[in-house]
């Protein structure tokens, strides 16, 4: 169970990654793991002026979203788990110390091989933590 868990949940991020780079976003890292919490995917949005934009993904997948969609599992507990994941990143890469930083959450329901996404940019800000 854990491993087709597991599975699905590679399967799932692939897709919500293959959404974002198509979309222009630029690979920074991948299941960023820091004490307390792990950052599926960290980006760059280069799609603003000025500066580009590190942003923080959380992919979440519900198989059927009647019962409540990905964004609504990231409460505030979870919440808190990403923004002090993202402070652990920034002191860890220091080259982004004074990047802009965004929060998204993908949504993904449905086949985990082919799911449908739902990207919301900024879903959430630190400072509303």
């Known amino acids: 169970m854990a491993v087709d868990r597991r599975a699905r949940g590679a399967s799932v991020e692939a897709a919500a990654h293959a959404h974002l780079k198509k979309a222009g976003l630029v690979d920074v890292a991948a299941n960023a793991n820091y004490r307390g919490g792990e950052l599926d995917l960290v980006m760059l949005d280069r799609s603003g002026r000025g500066e580009p934009t590190l942003v923080f993904v959380e992919v979440r997948y519900r198989r059927d979203p009647r019962f409540g969609g990905g964004a609504a599992s990231?409460?505030?507990?979870?919440?808190?788990?990403?923004?002090?994941?993202?402070?652990?990143?920034?002191?860890?890469?220091?080259?982004?110390?004074?990047?802009?930083?965004?929060?998204?959450?993908?949504?993904?329901?449905?086949?985990?091989?082919?799911?449908?996404?739902?990207?919301?940019?900024?879903?959430f800000r630190a400072d509303d933590i």
């Open 74 to 123: 990231v409460d505030a507990g979870k919440r808190r788990k990403l923004v002090h994941a993202a402070q652990m990143f920034l002191l860890a890469h220091r080259e982004y110390a004074n990047a802009a930083c965004r929060f998204d959450v993908v949504e993904a329901d449905g086949d985990p091989a082919a799911p449908r996404l739902n990207w919301l940019r900024d879903a």
